[in-house]
């Protein structure tokens, strides 16, 4: 276990060290190469507490590679926001280390979002626009666009797993699986693609409304909405007189004065309106038959036992896969993990099975 503390400060430096480099805004990027250098100390510190050797330690872990893989591939937002997610289990590893070596705890472990945004505040000559920037940037979808893919997946999988499954229950695997299991997919997919729709499209028309309102309100009073703009960054704990030169610095253009009023008074990010429902609905279609296709496929060139005992087989391997795939964002052992998931994957399999095998015994 001390390791693995040790092991996660070291994964949260390396990733932190790779948003430093990859940001455009210096101001920004200082801030995390500070926050790199602060991960890397708290390592070092655990280290020499317990007498640890940190050379054989301070590589980092194939957790934080794929990660940076991903933030390569998709952009390095999606790495903060899984950063932003695991800081809680790093803030707990930190204080129960502290606890046990009877450390003074002093406050600043229980969430970095906030020793981010001290850094930030007294950076230098930093604007209005920076600071929502950053605040922007830790509440967007980040990390939850992956862990939407993996579970989209996982859906499909145990859904239409455990379909299949009951139907071969009842048929011995024979006729009829097949068919009940593309139904599945189908059904299963659409009416997820349909419901991400809905979400999204709902969300667009309700912040797109709010977003109206706050510039009509920007337009006829404005030095009012340059005050109340000046009072969310006094209570963020900026000094008044910094507050209210960043406000009025903002307010010179409407357009830049809109986007920030958005984000800070109504929490709404302009970013993540200007996805496509559609598009959302064609992703959530596509991950979760992903995971639904795979016990159907055995099914496609056999029958009986033998498709059954393969489709177990590859249902399997896939639930052990998704459940590697979620220690990306918590963290925790991979082989604990893809095995809870396997075991829970079978257990609902097995269930449909059994009560499959007695409807197919009852009706004949």
């Known amino acids: ?157 145990v859904s239409n797993f455990s379909l299949v499954m009951g139907i071969a229950g009842a048929t011995s695997g024979q006729e009829g699986v097949l068919l009940a299991g593309v139904a599945g997919l189908l059904a299963g997919a659409l009416s997820m693609s349909l419901g991400e729709w809905i979400s999204v499209k709902s969300s667009q028309e309700l912040y797109e409304n709010q977003m109206q309102i706050e510039m009509e309100e920007l337009e006829t009073n404005p ?53 496509s429902a559609l598009e959302a609905a064609v992703y959530s279609f596509i991950l979760f038959a992903i995971g639904a296709v795979i016990p159907v496929i055995p099914f496609m060139f056999t029958t009986g036992i033998k498709a059954v005992l393969i489709s177990v087989a590859i249902s399997a391997a896939g639930l052990f896969i998704i459940g590697a795939a979620i220690t990306l964002f918590t963290g925790k052992n991979v082989w604990f993990s893809g095995f809870r998931q396997v075991i829970f994957g079978l257990a609902a399999a097995a269930i449909t099975f059994g009560i499959g095998k007695l409807i197919g015994v009852s009706l004949s």
């Not at 929502?132 to 993996?150: D, L, M, Q, W, Y």
């Not at 006094?234 to 008044?240: N, R």
């Not at 406000?247 to 309106?273: C, F, Q, S, W, Y």
């Open 223 to 275: 030095e009012g909405e340059m005050k109340e703009l000046a009072l969310i960054y006094i209570a963020k704990g900026i000094p008044t007189d910094q507050a209210h030169q960043m406000a009025a610095e903002i307010m010179k253009d409407t357009t830049t004065a809109h986007e920030i009023l958005v984000r800070e008074e109504l929490g709404i990010n302009p970013e993540e309106l200007k996805g």
């Open 1 to 157: 276990m001390r390791n693995k503390n040790i092991q996660t400060e070291i994964d949260a430096s390396y990733l932190y060290d790779k948003l430093a480099g990859h940001e455009e805004d210096p101001t920004i990027a200082h801030v995390f190469s500070q926050m790199s250098d602060i991960e890397k100390g708290h390592a070092e510190a655990f280290a020499r507490k317990e007498n640890i050797s940190l050379e054989n330690l301070m590589q980092p872990s194939w957790r934080a590679k794929t990660l940076n893989f991903i933030g390569k591939t998709f952009g390095y937002d999606y790495v903060l926001g899984v950063l932003m997610d695991t800081e809680k289990s790093i803030s707990n590893a930190i204080i129960s280390t502290k606890q046990k070596n009877k450390l003074a705890i002093t406050g600043t472990e229980t969430t970095h979002v906030k020793i981010l945004r001290s850094i930030l505040e007294k950076e230098e000559k930093v604007t209005g626009i920076q600071l929502s920037k950053f605040e922007s940037r830790h509440r967007s979808v980040g990390g939850n666009a992956i862990r939407a893919a993996v579970l989209g997946g996982n859906d499909g999988l």
